[in-house]
C-alpha cells in the first residue's frame, strides 16, 4: 500500500500510521491508537519493575535473645515459609538493656535457626552486630528446592506403581 492510501485511511478510522518494523523491505506499519499503545506498554513495563522487585524481596524476622525452644521452632518454619517464596530472610536477635552483655546466647538463637533451615538455605551473611541487633542473612538455596521438588513429584508416581503392581486399583 502506498503511504499516503495508508494516511488516508489512517485519518478516516481516526488511527495513527505506526512503522513496526523499519528494517525490512518493504517496512512494515500497522493502524492503531498510538496513545492506547503507549498506554498498555507503560502498563506492561511497571507490571515487569514490580515482578523483578518482588523477586528479589528481603523480609525479617525479629526474636529475642531468651526466646524458648518451641518459639524458635515456630520461627524456623516461618523462615521457611519466607524461603519458598524466594524472598532472602534476614534474622535477627534484637537486645534489650543489659542482654547486650551476652551475644553468646544470642549466637546460639541464630545457630539453631540456621542448623533448622540448612535443607533449604544458604547463609549469605555471617552474624554482624547491627545496632542493638545481632543478624544473618539468608538466601533461598535454588539447587536444594529443585532437588525436594523432584523427590516430591516422584514419590506420588512411585506410590501409584506400588499400588498398581499389588493389584489394589480398585477393580476387584
Known amino acids: 500500500m502506498r503511504i499516503e492510501d495508508a494516511l488516508a485511511l489512517a485519518e478516516e478510522l481516526n488511527l495513527d500510521l505506526v512503522e513496526v518494523g523499519p528494517n525490512q ?5 500497522r493502524l492503531l491508537d498510538y496513545g492506547r499503545f503507549r498506554y498498555r506498554q507503560s502498563k506492561k513495563d511497571k507490571e515487569a519493575r514490580k515482578a523483578a522487585r518482588g523477586a528479589s524481596q528481603q523480609r525479617e ?3 529475642s535473645p531468651g526466646i524458648s525452644e518451641n518459639d524458635i521452632n515456630s520461627k524456623i518454619r516461618t523462615v521457611k515459609g519466607l524461603l519458598d517464596e524466594g524472598a532472602k530472610v534476614r534474622v ?3 537486645f534489650r538493656g543489659r542482654q547486650q552483655a551476652h551475644p553468646e546466647i544470642a549466637m546460639r538463637v541464630l545457630r ?3 542448623e533448622g533451615v540448612k535443607d533449604f538455605a544458604k547463609l549469605e551473611r555471617a552474624p554482624t552486630m547491627e545496632g542493638r541487633a545481632l543478624a544473618i542473612m539468608l538466601a533461598p ?3 536444594q528446592q529443585q532437588s525436594q521438588q523432584s523427590k516430591k513429584s516422584e514419590e506420588p508416581a512411585a506410590a501409584a506403581q506400588g499400588a498398581d503392581a499389588s493389584g489394589q486399583n480398585g477393580a476387584d
Open 25 to 29: 523491505n518493504p517496512p512494515v506499519c
Open 112 to 114: 539453631k535457626v540456621a
Open 61 to 63: 524476622v525479629r526474636m
Open 141 to 143: 538455596d535454588k539447587t
Open 92 to 94: 535477627a536477635v534484637t
